[in-house]
């Protein structure tokens, strides 16, 4: 899927696509939403002592002060509720390398976690390793928002690793980010 050109200025404003009572703004709002890189973390926890974990590309950093991060979840998500229970979340910021994990992490399989090296910290955040960046966080606070939740969580601790590439999303398609000479 690619993103469609500029309109051209003498079309205005008549190339607009209303979505409101449309049948298909579904479609046409998820290859619009798909013309804005984002990133991919995990999304990790234990529930009865196993890692369970999801994948999300609606990441975003909120504040400084205090430390807060943010994700939306599918309000129809089977993971969601495990990791809602889970007390403390580990956030992943995956690396070029983890187009493979993310599209595990983002199924319903059982064994999202085979062949990945985790780590979990003493309160139970789960971390995948070769991340960008690692998050300690509880959640905060959830705001229901139409289809999904926003999940605001508390970021208690951090480790970054800058020298990883982080993996990107966009026109649904897992890319990694290219170096250009300024």
Same mark, same amino acid.
């Given at each position: 899927?690619?993103?469609?050109?500029?309109?051209?200025?003498?079309?205005?404003?008549?190339?607009?696509?209303?979505?409101?009572?449309?049948?298909?703004?579904?479609?046409?709002?998820?290859?619009?939403?798909?013309?804005?890189?984002?990133?991919?973390?995990?999304?990790?926890?234990?529930?009865?002592?196993?890692?369970?974990?999801?994948?999300?590309?609606?990441?975003?950093?909120?504040?400084?002060?205090?430390?807060?991060?943010?994700?939306?979840?599918?309000?129809?998500?089977?993971?969601?509720?495990?990791?809602?229970?889970?007390?403390?979340?580990?956030?992943?910021?995956?690396?070029?390398?983890?187009?493979?994990?993310?599209?595990?992490?983002?199924?319903?399989?059982?064994?999202?976690?085979?062949?990945?090296?985790?780590?979990?910290?003493?309160?139970?955040?789960?971390?995948?390793?070769?991340?960008?960046?690692?998050?300690?966080?509880? =959640?905060?606070?959830? /705001?229901?928002? $139409?289809?999904?939740?926003? +999940? %605001?969580? #508390? &970021?208690?601790?951090?480790?970054?690793?800058?020298? =990883?590439?982080?993996? /990107?999303?966009? $026109?649904?398609?897992?890319? +990694? %980010?290219? #170096? &250009?000479?300024?």
């Amino acid at each position: 899927m690619t993103c469609e050109t500029a309109v051209p200025q003498t079309t205005k404003f008549s190339a607009l696509t209303a979505v409101a009572g449309e049948s298909n703004s579904g479609l046409i709002l998820r290859k619009a939403f798909g013309c804005f890189p984002t990133g991919v973390v995990a999304v990790c926890g234990l529930a009865d002592g196993h890692p369970v974990g999801m994948a999300a590309s609606s990441f975003v950093p909120v504040s400084l002060d205090p430390a807060l991060v943010a994700f939306c979840v599918q309000c129809s998500s089977n993971t969601w509720p495990k990791l809602e229970s889970a007390g403390r979340l580990g956030i992943s910021v995956l690396g070029e390398s983890h187009d493979i994990a993310a599209r595990r992490l983002a199924s319903r399989a059982q064994d999202k976690f085979d062949g990945l090296d985790v780590v979990t910290t003493p309160d139970g955040a789960v971390l995948i390793d070769g991340a960008s960046v690692w998050l300690d966080c509880t =959640i905060d606070s959830v /705001v229901p928002a $139409g289809d999904h939740a926003i +999940v %605001l969580l #508390k &970021v208690h601790a951090l480790v970054t690793r800058a020298e =990883i590439e982080p993996l /990107v999303f966009h $026109g649904s398609a897992f890319r +990694v %980010l290219e #170096k &250009v000479a300024v």
